[in-house]
């Protein structure tokens, strides 16, 4: 008798465990799956950013079509080299960033795991909210393309106080629409995106113009735009 209770406090467990995964998948697909088709309206860090502090928000979305192909490039070069081909996670960034033991997270994120804390969560270390990231991340790279998770990051990423996406930056900081960018210029907005609000792809600092420069040259060992091609 003890046993057969035993097996049905099991049999419940399993069923409890897999309804609970069943809603957070469900609950996942609903908050994640319309920014495939649709241009999110806002982001969690956007939202933050307002209730932090006063001033206008400055973001228009543009579809890749749109962008110099400088600049998906610009950012993949200096955020993400291996983007295209791995699924999510880059295992091998993330063990040299914990070997190096700077802190340097952000050096270890993808495109992807960087969209998913943007869209969705908070700035921070603390464990609940890597593992958010790393289960939306998941959930992103099975249910968007590449393309589009590339698209979205460009869209609402920030690049200055205030100032979020491509389109807003290009037309804030070089006066001309983000089709219009160069190679120079999509460096520039690549290399502040680590610290946005400290550094200036108007008024590059020694660094960032460094930073530009070797991004221009991974750009060029990547080969280019077509480096890309396949998204």
């Not at 860090?45 to 973001?59: A, E, N, P």
């Not at 900081?173 to 792809?201: C, D, T």
């Amino acid at each position: 008798m003890a046993k057969r209770r035993r097996r049905q406090r099991g049999r419940r467990y399993w069923r409890y465990l897999t309804i609970a995964l069943g809603i957070v998948l469900l609950a996942s697909l609903v908050v994640t799956l319309p920014w495939r088709w649709i241009a999110p309206p806002t982001t969690a860090f956007i939202l933050q950013d307002q209730i932090q502090s006063s001033g206008r928000i400055h973001r228009q979305w543009v579809p890749m079509a749109g962008m110099s192909s400088a600049i998906p490039i610009a950012v993949v070069a200096a955020e993400d080299q291996k983007f295209p081909n791995h699924h999510g996670f880059d295992y091998r960034s993330l063990w040299r960033a914990l070997q190096e033991d700077r802190g340097r997270i952000r050096g270890a994120s993808t495109i992807t795991q960087q969209l998913a804390k943007n869209l969705y969560l908070w700035s921070g270390r603390s464990l609940t909210r890597k593992v958010l990231e790393a289960w939306l991340t998941v959930v992103i790279e099975l249910t968007w393309p590449k393309r589009r998770i590339l698209e979205v990051y460009l869209n609402v990423v920030e690049f200055g106080p205030k100032v979020y996406g491509v389109d807003a930056a290009s037309r804030i900081y070089f006066g001309k629409s983000p089709g219009q960018l160069s190679s120079r210029e999509a460096a520039l907005l690549a290399a502040v995106l680590p610290a946005p609000k400290r550094m200036s792809a108007a008024r590059p600092s020694g660094y960032v113009d460094k930073r530009a420069s070797e991004i221009e040259a991974a750009v060029k060992t990547l080969g280019g735009p077509g480096y890309l091609a396949g998204l």
